[in-house]
């Protein structure tokens, strides 16, 4: 009897001992089970991370040359004339004044002249852009930026005192942006700003030389 309770205690033993050790390794499996799912979780939220940024920064990369002038409206034509006219002036320039057909022509007639890269169908482009979106107009448009005190004066109907102090705050400020930052300048009537807004033209319109063709 003692022979078989000491049989039956070392089954009894090398029992647990092995219930242990798979107890062991199945805590192990589940512990290295666990930290692979955990690695594998983030390289996939790190890829898809990554992936949504770089689209991201590739569609804000896309958007951005079309938004840089948003005054130039939407249509066939619109790049090649932001792409040629700025070879060698600013685009803005053509915001101040519109032509027909004929003058548009004589411009880019001018423009390739002088030394304006592009072919027939880029400059066929422009001019039906260029028609179709600044026809011509009896309005004359004034470049805010580089006016004088008397051209801001006769424009808005102020005194040229009040247009000097105009001209001293848009110096201060490096140029306004828009109409709101013209109506920040102290003493000025918003309501006259307001009354030949069509006219006013932003940003830089001044030119650089540009060079003849050979």
């Not at 896309?62 to 790049?79: C, I, K, S």
């Not at 060698?88 to 304006?116: F, P, Y």
């Not at 001209?167 to 918003?190: C, H, L």
Request: glycine share 8%; net charge neutral.
């Amino acid at each position: 009897m003692a022979a078989y309770n000491f049989l039956r205690r070392l089954n009894v033993d090398a029992g647990a001992d092995v219930k242990q050790a798979v107890n062991a390794e199945v805590t192990t499996y589940r512990r290295r089970y666990g930290w692979t799912l955990l690695f594998i979780g983030v390289g996939v939220i790190a890829v898809s991370i990554f992936t949504q940024s770089s689209v991201s920064a590739s569609q804000s990369a896309a958007a951005t040359p079309a938004d840089a002038h948003p005054e130039f409206p939407a249509g066939e034509g619109r790049e090649t004339v932001l792409r040629l006219c700025s070879q060698c002036h600013s685009a803005n320039i053509i915001l101040a004044s519109g032509q027909d057909r004929v003058g548009w022509e004589n411009t880019i007639t001018k423009m390739a002249r002088l030394g304006a890269k592009g072919n027939d169908e880029d400059f066929s482009d422009i001019a039906d852009y260029l028609t179709t979106n600044f026809p011509a107009t009896a309005v004359k448009k004034v470049f805010v930026n580089m006016a004088t005190d008397k051209q801001l004066a006769d424009l808005l109907g102020i005194s040229q005192d009040d247009a000097k102090a105009m001209v001293v705050y848009r110096d201060k400020m490096k140029g306004f942006t828009s109409i709101e930052d013209m109506k920040k300048v102290p003493g000025v009537d918003a309501k006259k700003i307001d009354a030949v807004k069509d006219r006013l033209i932003f940003g830089a319109g001044s030119t650089k030389p540009a060079t003849p063709a050979n």
